[in-house]
């Protein structure tokens, strides 16, 4: 499957909707409900000082689905994320990916591949989200916190040609001072809007990198990059590949878990950085740094490199992620502390609810999660990373991080590795269960409508939209000139509490909905699909869906290479036009036809029913 272009959402709808949904009450916001979000305890101090900067909480989502769009970083931001590693940077902005990409149904799998977007909007994206959450943070939000408290943090691929160019240096340089597109943005706000656009936000989006240095990338190119991006003035973490372990090490851990089936080449291990190398760099960037007065560190890791029978791809080779990667990367974080104790440690490997506490305790952090966000609850489940944290230093007396880290429920990093390859958590026997399937096949109205696709949109944009319910038999007309005729036709019914649609411009096809929908066929296939511009709609061109016009009267309808118009009139009638031809209804009755026709006017009656979900101004959809 071809790989859709991404329409980001525009920065005005992004506002509207978070000004409309504050004004009545804030829950949810961006889909997130209330009791998802994160709010500080004031009696525990979660905060951790990275690269010199204040972050109220020592966690955030890692670079990837949920880190690409806007609307992604403010939620993220408001489930307690306060480090932001934002969606991978290259040069190369052109990419054709196939789809599915991404598969989590316990362990995680994905397709290799950076930013979906070009360099240049990515840049927008980013400080997007950056006066998104400044807006949120600020007197006219909720009022739950003293400021944002975090980090956007830059992750950069894949070649030190590629940071070198126009294009990418033009992004680093934006990040650095976004003053200009910041102006930009607020231009963009109607009046309305105006108390959002005075909101301070600093001109300042990132000051940090994080490297990645994927698959195959020299030890030599690793360290000339880390050099460069030193040289510029930007804060440097190395982000590593679980192949520093070994091929012997990594296959003896995934057999000893259960993983036997995952296959892993020791070609793609002699081609990585190895040990000795990275040994062999650490000081050397260590020391331009200091120079710098600079901050450097290292990550663990990037995704595994394998083969497994269990992924849907075209590729052959693809990236795990999740729980047996946790047990490979932890085993290294410890092996380099031994041997660098006073190099920050970063981490974000199988991170979920159960190892946050103990991993930041242990010294390591920021820690970050995408893999784990792909579950049932999506991004909420990050807000349960925080208030774990919040509990366990209550139970040990530490108002503070760092007195927690001193505390005795604390473990050391090599504690914590030393037993992790038995700790039944990351073995198969408790990853081989995928969300249920009921055998029923998906069709554009009434699902199960058990909303599950909803949070694990990494994008936002599957939601939930209510329809009256009913059953409609309208009939079938045919018509030549004015002489219509009416018989029998198809019958609509309208059976469950709500429906559930995809926004169009954010979908990229991922597939990972599928995975967790009980029923066949994939919500971002079936489920009737809501375009948010003209362009997207004549962009995506062979894609379904229903595009709503600006004065909410009418509604384009694209179904299998047919396109339909639904027009609400003044004189209280609609207007449907077909191919050929147009009939008017008063009450869902043909009054009036023109041209020449047939259809069956339950498709009426569908963009009707949509028309009035999608234009209600309390629907949770991304039109303003």
């Not at 944290?389 to 001193?406: C, F, I, P, Q, T």
């Not at 944009?461 to 329809?467: E, G, R």
């Amino acid at each position: 499957m071809k790989q859709p272009d991404l329409y980001p959402i525009p920065f005005t709808t992004l506002v509207h909707r978070l000004d409309r949904e504050l004004a009545a009450g804030g829950d949810p916001v961006y889909t997130l409900p209330r009791r998802s979000w994160w709010v500080p305890d004031a009696g525990c101090d979660t905060s951790l000082v990275h690269h010199g900067r204040r972050l109220a909480t020592p966690v955030g989502p890692a670079s990837g689905p949920h880190t690409q769009l806007a609307q992604n970083l403010l939620i993220s931001w408001l489930a307690g994320g306060r480090f932001l590693e934002l969606k991978t940077v290259q040069v190369l902005d052109e990419l054709e990916i196939s789809r599915p990409c991404i598969n989590v149904p316990h362990v995680g799998y994905n397709v290799e591949w950076s930013q979906e977007l070009r360099v240049a909007q990515s840049a927008t994206e980013y400080a997007k989200g950056w006066f998104l959450v400044h807006m949120l943070a600020s007197e006219h939000g909720p009022a739950l916190w003293s400021g944002p408290d975090c980090a956007f943090d830059i992750s950069l691929g894949y070649d030190l040609a590629g940071i070198r160019s126009d294009k990418v240096r033009g992004f680093l340089d934006t990040m650095r001072d976004a003053g200009g597109l910041l102006d930009g943005l607020r231009a963009e706000l109607p009046p309305s809007l105006r108390k959002w656009a005075d909101v301070p936000c600093p001109a300042r989006v990132s000051d940090s990198v994080t490297l990645s240095t994927f698959h195959g990338c020299p030890a030599d190119e690793i360290e000339a990059i880390a050099r460069q991006t030193l040289d510029w003035g930007w804060h440097t973490v190395i982000k590593l590949n679980p192949t520093l372990l070994g091929y012997d090490r990594v296959r003896a851990l995934l057999d000893h878990m259960g993983y036997g089936f995952i296959q892993i080449h020791r070609e793609d291990f002699d081609e990585d950085l190895q040990w000795g190398q990275l040994m062999d760099l650490v000081p050397r960037v260590k020391a331009v740094a200091r120079e710098r007065g600079l901050g450097f560190g290292v990550k663990f890791t990037n995704n595994l490199v394998c083969t497994s029978p269990e992924t849907p791809f075209e590729e052959e080779k693809t990236y795990l992620s999740g729980p047996p990667l946790h047990a490979i990367a932890l085993t290294i974080a410890a092996q380099f502390r031994e041997v660098w104790p006073e190099v920050p440690i970063t981490f974000s490997a199988g991170i979920d609810g159960k190892n946050i506490v103990p991993v930041v305790a242990a010294g390591i952090g920021p820690v970050t999660a995408s893999t784990d966000l792909l579950k049932a609850r999506g991004y909420a489940r990050m807000s349960r990373y925080v208030v774990a944290l919040e509990k366990a230093m209550a139970k040990a007396g530490a108002a503070s991080l760092g007195a927690y880290r001193a505390s005795n429920e604390a473990r050391s990093l090599s504690d914590l590795a030393s037993g992790v390859e038995d700790d039944q958590h990351y073995h198969r026997t408790s990853n081989v269960k995928p969300p249920r399937k009921v055998g029923s096949q998906l069709a554009l109205l009434d699902c199960l409508t058990c909303d599950k696709c909803i949070p694990v949109c990494p994008n936002l944009a599957n939601f939930s939209v209510v329809l009256p319910r009913g059953e409609y038999r309208p009939g079938r007309v045919s018509w030549s000139g004015g002489d219509f005729t009416l018989s029998e036709g198809e019958t609509l019914v309208v059976a469950q509490k709500h429906q559930i649609g995809t926004t169009a411009e954010a979908c990229n096809y991922c597939g990972h909905c599928d995975v967790w929908c009980p029923e066949d066929g994939g919500p971002y296939l079936v489920k009737p699909n809501l375009f948010l511009s003209e362009a997207s709609f004549e962009g995506l061109v062979d894609r379904n869906g229903f595009l709503v016009s600006a004065d909410r009267r009418s509604i384009r309808w694209r179904v299998d290479g047919k396109q339909y118009l639904y027009h609400r009139q003044d004189d209280g009638r609609a207007r449907l036009e077909v191919d050929g031809g147009a009939v008017v209804l008063e009450a869902d009755v043909p009054v009036e036809t023109e041209g020449m026709g047939e259809v069956d006017l339950t498709v009426a009656v569908t963009m009707k029913l949509f028309l009035g979900a999608f234009a209600d101004p309390s629907a949770e959809v991304w039109l303003h």
